[in-house]
């Protein structure tokens, strides 16, 4: 049977059969066949035509036309996403969480899911791509619980609640790995379906993606449409949680039927990140055999087991769990980025990176070196041949965990991976060598992940210090020399800079809740810095209490010396370059991959001043490999930044055969972010 259209003004909100699409205009808005009410634009009418028409049905709601052609209840329709749904009146602008556009009307505008509290067109009823939370429950095969964090204030404006659908307006929670939102009071109800970031299949399979519903970003593009697709108008749109890709509620079915929709590739991030697949975490559960109960397993555990005894009290031990990584099923191209953030650097910085790296990259695979050390992240990656790490902190902080990569390379196969530098201390001396700024401004993860796949691999010379205290009284006829050991990245000072920091360090101690800003602590350097310079100078000059040998040969030093430098960056004293760019006879550049250092002197707190405002350079002595330091009196010593009184020694630095490998920020112009 053939329709028969005739033009009709509609004195309610109509909606076309076809396009779905509302009829606008205040009379003759459309076509409606006199057989079976079908509704049509005019632009549409030659495509309405060629659908099927059947026998005229009550009442005056358009029809809504199914891929088969057959007219279907559009709330028997909607069963199989197990919503509850009742006709509603809504006072206020209320939108579609389906298509996302206005309910238009003035009463019974919509439908609403009495479980979920799901809005939608009556229209909208036969195409939902959303599951009432009830069902959703019952899909959920592996429980993984949320990671829920207070997030700033600024951060819930314009979010909606994944639980109760509603709008946040006062406090509220958000995973730190998958980024759904709730309301204090809706977390006990919220699904245990967060990001999978282990697997327990022992083959590669494919992985699919992870959907969140609604709180999109402001520039999220859909992938099947290309339109933008952020509102926040109502809680609607999907993001994977892994990959970034985001859709339209309405597009959400066709995406899932198209050749678009593959397994999860991870997009940007697909070399940086640790697949889940890759991933195992050790299980604690034993199997019984046949003729074994729980009761002997136990007794089996308790006579097999060692007994001792602490007498430690008052004191509480954190197991860390670390995971396994399966490196076979790693791809060629594949090099993850094994993420360290000091949580209590930079303020608050440090903890909001930590969530961010959780959220962008497998959490497992970010860790907080404020709560175990770098030791579980290199453990956790002993298996991998080939991946990336990012230390964020201060110049300390990277020691540290260099050091730790020391301390663990007999059983890493990658004993020397490239790293990289986020500055989140105060000087940040490494970072700037390195060019990654003098301290962290605000980028996006994404961003800093970008930089990290673009910038350069360069040697770094590292040093081997040596203290020999009591030199001078000790004969060769003894043996060997007990002597503490350090290792230097950056600089080594003796007298007027040690003195300084080690007061900074000192007023820290003292009062370590006021040092949490980058701007407090420079100010505190610049505090002591002249106070030295207004107060009477009682120390000796170094010329008098020191001997300096560089390559085995004495070199002289200048009268008038309050400090000494041995400098392997360019970088010191937080952004100074107090050795010059400048030309001179007999001296070389100072980079940190040449093999030598680079001894300096200061002649007093002004000289110092002079340096930190670039208006001149330190005094050149020497450059060279292997130097040797000898003092006869009690001189504040730093290395790094870690300053300590030190009683007469000698002082022997030496390179390690063991370069480092740093990551140098390549100066190219961001790639955009698409998350």
């Known amino acids: 049977m053939s329709h028969d259209f005739r033009l009709k003004s509609f004195y309610k909100p109509a909606y076309c059969n076809y396009c779905t699409d509302l009829l606008w205009g205040i009379m003759n808005q459309g076509y409606q066949c006199t057989v079976c009410n079908a509704i049509s634009h005019d632009r549409c009418l030659m495509e309405s035509r060629k659908m099927s028409c059947t026998v005229k049905s009550g009442g005056y709601r358009p029809l809504n036309f199914i891929s088969n052609n057959k007219i279907k209840d559009p709330l028997t329709a909607a069963v199989k996403t197990g919503h509850e749904f009742k006709v509603k009146s809504y006072y206020k602008p209320t939108y579609c969480h389906q298509c996302s556009e206005l309910l238009w009307g003035l009463m019974n505008q919509g439908y609403q899911c009495t479980v979920c509290n799901f809005v939608c067109h009556e229209r909208c009823l036969s195409s939902l791509t959303v599951d009432c939370t009830h069902l959703l429950s019952e899909q ?20 909606w609640c994944n639980v109760c659908r509603k709008k946040i307006t006062g406090s509220a929670m958000y995973c730190k790995v998958c980024r759904r939102y709730a309301h204090k009071y809706c977390i006990g109800h919220e699904l245990n379906n967060c990001k999978e970031c282990s697997s327990t299949c022992t083959t590669k399979t494919d992985f699919d993606h992870h959907w969140i519903e609604g709180n999109l970003t402001s520039h999220a593009k859909c992938e099947m449409c290309t339109k933008p697709c952020f509102t926040d108008l109502c809680l609607t749109g999907f993001r994977c949680g892994w990959c970034g890709i985001t859709l339209h509620s309405s597009c959400f079915n066709a995406f899932i039927k198209s050749d678009k929709c593959k397994s999860c590739d991870f997009r940007d991030l697909s070399h940086m990140i640790l697949p889940p697949y890759c991933v195992s975490m050790p299980i604690s559960q034993r199997t019984l055999q046949q003729d074994e109960t729980l009761e ?21 031990f954190h197991i860390t769990v670390v995971p396994t990584i399966n490196e076979e099923m790693l791809g060629d191209a594949q090099e993850p980025v094994l993420v360290f953030i000091n949580g209590r650097s930079g303020g608050n910085q440090g903890i909001e990176l930590i969530n961010g790296f959780s959220r962008h990259l497998n959490p497992l695979q970010v860790y907080d070196l404020s709560a175990g050390g770098p030791l579980p992240g290199l453990y956790s990656f002993r298996n991998v041949s080939k991946y990336r790490v990012l230390v964020g902190g201060g110049d300390g902080t990277v020691g540290w965990v260099l050091s730790g990569l020391d301390f663990m390379k007999d059983h890493l196969k990658c004993p020397v991976p490239p790293c990289a530098v986020l500055p989140l201390g105060t000087g940040n001396d490494l970072a700037r060598a390195l060019k990654w700024g003098g301290g962290y401004t605000g980028e996006k993860v994404m961003q800093l992940l970008y930089a990290i796949e673009d910038a350069d691999r360069q040697p770094f010379d590292r040093w081997n210090v040596k203290f020999k205290e009591d030199f001078q ?19 080594l000072g003796i007298g007027l800079d040690a003195e300084i920091a080690l007061d900074f360090h000192q007023a820290r101690e003292d009062h370590p809740e006021k040092f949490n800003s980058r701007l407090h602590n420079k100010g505190v350097y610049l505090q002591l810095g002249v106070q030295k310079t207004f107060s009477r100078d009682t120390s000796a000059e170094l010329h008098q209490v020191m001997a300096l040998k560089v390559d085995d040969k004495f070199v002289s030093l200048p009268t008038g010396l309050k400090g000494i430098v041995l400098l392997n960056i360019e970088s010191w004293g937080a952004g100074s370059e107090p050795w010059g760019s400048h030309i001179e006879e007999g001296f070389e550049k100072n980079t940190y991959s040449d093999g030598m250092l680079e001894v300096m002197g200061l002649s007093g707190p002004m000289h110092l001043g002079r340096i930190k405002s670039s208006l001149q350079n330190g005094i050149r002595i020497a450059q060279g490999t292997n130097i040797s330091i000898s003092f006869s009196s009690t001189l504040p010593v730093q290395v790094d930044g870690e300053a300590w009184q030190q009683t007469p020694c000698e002082i022997e630095v030496n390179l390690l055969e063991q370069r480092a490998i740093m990551l140098r920020k390549s100066p190219n112009q961001q790639r955009p972010s698409s998350r």
């Open 296 to 316: 002997d397993v136990h007794v089996t555990e308790l006579f097999n087991a060692e007994i001792f005894y602490t007498a430690i009290s008052s004191t509480s």
């Open 140 to 159: 959920i095969t592996n429980p993984i619980g949320h990671t829920w964090i207070s997030p700033k204030s600024s951060a819930n404006k314009r979010k």
């Open 473 to 491: 009284l000790i004969s060769e006829a003894e043996g060997a020399v007990e002597c503490k050991t350090v290792t230097m990245n950056n600089y």
